[in-house]
């Protein structure tokens, strides 16, 4: 990784894969008109492309992991009883031997037991502090009537900041929040790991230790964004002293601990195509959560999933956490961010868990943020080599509710994301090679006006034109 972090000496060795390839999916190749078609017809957002359409598809790292025969066998006893599938206790049990919570609710995505949790712990009015905000996740605590308050370190907003845990909260800034609102107005602070916004960011297992002691004092709950802990328990492993000789699951297990549950999107970390969960410890809340799992997702044990689903994603999380996996993944990404940087292409540092990040701004400094930067370095990937990345800059961040206008984000980001034991070193070169070529034709590039814009979540479905 980058200088000033401490390497384990064994990872000096190759993180080669601890895999074989058993089956394969062909991949199809299109020529420059086509792609141009293709993009122009999608309204330049590449969310509203074919898949058939595209090369190295590096959109998201969300349900698009390659299982293993281990989970595809699972697959095939799954349980698919209405109630009591054999597949959810499997689950559970996982979720309680490598998280360590107490309840589990199973939902059909991440999203879905953020629904739940916004609904169960906030009231109109409350604020919600966090390490930065997720799209879904900060939708869902408005949606409740919250307000989200970003306290995360400024160094998580620079591009070039080295800090090895830019995902740690602000402790000064959670402590003015309480101050000023009242813990009463703080359901729960909202900690994510990696923070995706900010780039794949960790946080450490001191900072997570020192927000557990704010809470207690004022009686605040934590609740984990799960969704990429994993990734997260590596970093610390790698980065924080104390953990260098610690197996990634017993620091997960202990990271966990420091909270009071978590939403999962198990379509990142626990390696399936679908599914998530809310964990939490607090038999109440969980009876509530329960109670309303029936209304939006299903029956309390299979919530939106089949039982083949469930079985796939309890044998995930137990693949997830193996050194030698979540090692070969997180080295992969370090693989590409470190191409790129010897190339001299901007991108944030230190290279993040699950994705490279392209700073946009300085990619194409004559391109004003209101003309989409990064969505139109997205797009322009796609018109040079067939390669899919996505938007985490201005249309992302959407608009203010109240005053309407854009957020203008510090982060001008195009994303390269990496799915789980799917693509090859020689993918990750080819990667680097086009994006290399597009830097080097940057200054004839424009920017974009959008022509359609969505109400919710507007970067999946907005419209652009060349301007
Ligand atoms: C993907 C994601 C979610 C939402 O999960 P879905 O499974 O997509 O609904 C929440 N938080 C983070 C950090 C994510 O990356």
Redesign the pocket.
Known sequence: MTDDIHLRPYSRRSWAEPYKIKVVEPLKTTTRTEREQAIAFAGYNTFLLRSEDVYIDLLTD?GTSAMSDYQWAGMMLGDEAYAGSKNFYNLEKAVQNYYGYRYVVPTH????A?NILSQILIKPGDYIPGNMY?T??RLHQELAGGTFVDVIIDEAHDPASLHPFKGNVDLRQLADLIEQVGAERIPYISI?ATV?MAGGQPISMANLQAVRQIAQIHGIRIIL?A??AVENAYFIQQREEKYFKQATASILREFCSYTDGC?M?G??DALVNIG?WLSLNDPALYEEASNLVVIYEGLHTYGGMAGRDMEAMARGIEESVQDDHIRARVRQVEYLGTKLKDRDIPIVVPIGGHAVYLDAKTFFPHISQDHFPAQRLAAELYLEAGIRAMERGIVSAGRNKETGDHYYPNLELVRLTIPRRVYTQAHMDLTAEAVEDVYYNRDRLRGLKMIYEPKYLRFFQARFELL
């Open positions: 969300s995505q991440g999203r879905g953020e997720f879904t996740t994510a995706n964004d969704t990429r939403t999107s379509k990142k998530g």
